[in-house]
């Protein structure tokens, strides 16, 4: 089984910066894709950006130019550094993977969704 854990949320003042990070543990093979989303209170969960197993990224229009994804493929790890936040990016924050992990030692796919952590922007 694949587990993804998010850290790093917080409180922030407009215009901060926070960086959240996504660590996936269990015995995973290989990643295809990770992606953020966020939900706001009363709204539909939204997707903020994708990085792909060789690096590529994309970014939803409302956060292009103001957040970055970034990855560590030796740890596992995910990053979405949030820089010039504004209050409407306040939500919880989910990371989801999907690639293949070892299921009683053969490979199978997996999806998996972290349980999100809660971002702030507010003075």
């Known amino acids: 089984q694949v587990q993804l854990v998010e850290s790093g949320g917080g409180l922030v003042q407009p215009g901060g910066s926070l960086q959240l990070s996504c660590s996936g543990s269990?015995?995973?093979?290989?990643?295809?894709?990770m992606d953020w989303y966020r939900q706001a209170p009363g709204q539909q969960r939204e997707w903020v950006g994708r990085i792909t197993s060789g690096g590529s990224t994309n970014y939803a229009d409302s956060v292009k130019g103001r957040f970055t994804i970034s990855k560590d493929n030796a740890k596992k790890t995910m990053y979405l550094q949030m820089n010039s936040l504004k209050p409407e990016d306040t939500g919880v924050y989910y990371c989801?993977?999907?690639?293949?992990?070892?299921?009683?030692?053969?490979?199978?796919?997996?999806?998996?969704w972290g349980q999100g952590i809660q971002v702030t922007v507010s003075s």
């Open positions: 269990g015995t995973i093979v290989s990643i295809n894709a």
């Open positions: 989801n993977a999907e690639g293949t992990y070892l299921r009683t030692g053969a490979p199978a796919d997996f999806g998996s």
